[in-house]
């Protein structure tokens, strides 16, 4: 099982990162801008649940690695810390580049409410660069002296799921209320990307500390 300081660590970070301006919270406030909050609750909670493959494709993946070797998952640690290095410089290099557009965001004016739902669930569940944060995230929070690695990886992820569901569909209910205050404060975007980008290079060079 968890710690409450471990779930309380990742639960920090996983809602830092939820709400730093990228490809999916935007297109649910530009879903929700265009269509209405309903259409923007139905898309964002597609893309909060579409972490549970991720999840899944996780803890498959990792526990596999452990099966082999326990320093194939040492590796897998090494390797999640550099490409967590590589974003957070990404994210300070290219803060506020990313701005909300007015486009549809996920589905034409005579999409359903479920068919929202599904291409929101489906945006996120096909996107590569979702697994391979998965794969580099979720296991900078395992403590294997607690063992249960399995279980450890598999709530994680459903820790990360339900924040992203709920943080995303809140984002649909109020997306016109915030992208106005959006478009009032430019400045809010690059210092959430920086504020995303220090925890990824804190998060990457954990690894090289001692202990």
């Known amino acids: 099982m968890l710690a409450l300081d471990q ?67 040492g590796l897998l640690r090494l390797l999640g810390g550099a490409y967590l290095v590589w974003m957070g410089v990404q994210a300070w290099r290219h803060a506020g580049r990313v701005t909300l557009g007015g486009g549809s965001g996920g589905g034409g004016s005579t999409a359903s409410l479920g068919q929202l739902f599904a291409k929101g669930l ?15 995230f979720l296991p900078q929070f395992v403590r294997p002296a607690q063992g249960a690695m399995a279980l450890q990886l598999g709530l994680l992820g459903v820790v990360f799921t339900a924040q992203a569901a709920l943080l995303f569909g809140m984002l649909g209910y109020f997306s016109g209320h915030v992208g106005a205050w959006l478009t009032r404060r430019p400045e ?17 060079l954990r690894l090289a500390l001692p202990g």
Do not use: E
């Open 7 to 73: 779930t309380l660590a990742f639960l920090a970070a996983a809602v830092v990162l939820t709400l730093t301006p990228g490809p999916d919270n935007l297109m649910v406030l530009s879903t929700g801008l265009a269509r209405g909050r309903r259409a923007g609750m139905a898309f964002g909670l597609g893309c909060g649940l579409g972490c549970l493959s991720h999840t899944l494709l996780a803890v498959l993946g990792v526990s596999a690695l452990l099966a082999a070797s326990p320093l194939a998952f």
């Open 188 to 204: 809010v975007g690059p210092r959430l990307d920086r504020l995303a980008g220090t925890l990824f290079i804190g998060l990457g």
């Open 122 to 136: 489906l945006a996120n569940a096909i996107n590569p660069k979702v697994v391979l944060f998965f794969l580099a």
